[in-house]
């Protein structure tokens, strides 16, 4: 009888989407913290401003120059420092610019001061101290950048030996920072759930006219089709994008078999889904994969598709609340992207409906799956 519970226990906690190696926080804050509702473009570049502003002075007082800083900060013993120091040198170009992205509206340099370079977006960051009235605001957010530095730090630090979605091997990958400023892209993995959860996520979007992508894993595919036959699973992903997540939601960088995974997984969703038949694209579980599979995606006409906005929907610790919060904020700061979320869990479900008031307010552009697959049609 323990025995049982503990391994139901263990089924729901851990299997599919518990990250192989994850981090021991996430990162959100209570967006109600914030001056104003987010309703107009306006004021999504005004939220952008202080959002990228709160980071860039989590990442100036942290710094990460040697192995022993970075040691420290992560907990890993032998992290990789060039890696670190490649994404920090990355993301220092990435806030310079959505920082003069978000100032475009301005009309004074008194209520947007320029800032061309690090050094100067830096002073600038600083610039605020902890006493005004946006107190409570402010430091929530520098809390929340304390932690997501954290999280990308360590991603970085574990990179290339574990890799993930923090950085590309190859330019041929795609993780959403390709996209022009307020293009975001949807997606949902894991699926197709066991329950009726997908059915009711593609049904909402579908109402919505919202195309995603569904990262679904073979053998889910293999066990609907049995239960459902094809034209149900046809139904269940009309006028979203049906993709491979692998046949197992293992780690296909050391996976022996993962030229079968990939190929039994594209057999299925070919048949399902045959008008993508030969735009063969993939999300690998974790973001784990190698050079070699990024080849043969390629030869398959297809892509590996990584993310830049992790919802961690599925995480237990994070309430549906929550996470659209953190989701919010990372759109704020990132102001472009693909954001991943999965389609077996009801949290993102709920949220929708406010992500999308929150898009169309802020006159953000969601791209459709196609026009990603097929963007010289656009
Ligand atoms: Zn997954």
Redesign the pocket.
């Known amino acids: 009888m323990v025995k049982t519970w503990i391994a139901s226990v263990l089924l729901v906690a851990l299997p599919?989407?518990s990250l192989a190696s994850g981090p021991t926080k996430i990162a959100s804050y209570d967006r109600t913290l914030w001056s104003e509702p987010i309703d107009s473009p306006k004021r999504f570049d005004r939220a952008s401003r202080q959002e990228i502003l709160a980071f860039v002075r989590v990442i100036d007082s942290n710094p990460l120059t040697d192995e022993a800083s970075i040691q420290a900060f992560t907990g890993i013993k032998v992290p990789n420092t060039d890696g670190v120091e490649r994404w920090l040198s990355e993301t220092r170009l990435r806030l310079v610019d959505n920082y003069a992205a978000a100032s475009l509206p301005c009309v004074t340099t008194e209520e947007c001061p320029s800032a061309g370079d690090w050094q100067t977006l830096a002073l600038l960051a600083n610039k605020v101290s902890i006493v005004s009235a946006e107190d409570r605001w402010r430091s929530a957010a520098l809390g929340f950048y304390s932690t997501y530095l954290y999280e990308q730090v360590r991603l970085a630090a574990l990179f290339p030996g574990v890799t993930s979605e923090i950085a590309k091997l190859d330019e041929r990958e795609q993780n959403g920072f390709e996209l022009a400023d307020r293009q975001f892209v949807l997606t949902f993995?894991?699926g197709p759930s066991r329950n009726s959860e997908s059915d009711k996520l593609a049904e909402l979007l579908r109402a919505n006219g919202q195309e995603a992508f569904f990262?679904a894993l073979g053998e889910r595919l293999s066990d609907r089709l049995k239960t459902q036959g094809l034209k149900a699973l046809g139904d269940l992903y009309r006028g979203q994008c049906l993709a491979s997540?692998g046949y197992s939601?293992v780690p296909h960088q050391k996976l022996a078999g993962w030229e079968k995974s990939l190929a039994d997984t594209r057999q299925l969703t070919g048949q399902i889904q045959p008008e993508l038949a030969g735009k063969n694209w993939f999300?690998p579980?974790?973001g784990q994969r190698t050079r070699e599979q990024v080849a043969y995606i390629d030869e398959q006409g297809g892509r590996v598709l990584l993310w830049n906005i992790d919802s961690q929907d599925w995480n237990a610790r994070l309430s549906a609340e929550a996470m659209r919060d953190r989701v919010i904020t990372l759109m704020l700061l990132w102001r472009r992207g693909v954001l991943l979320f999965?389609d077996i869990h009801p949290k993102v479900r709920a949220v929708l409906p406010q992500l999308n008031v929150f898009m169309q307010q802020s006159d953000l552009t969601p791209l459709s799956c196609l026009q990603l697959i097929n963007p010289t049609d656009n």
């Open positions: 599919a989407i993995d894991d990262f997540h939601h999300r579980p974790y999965h």
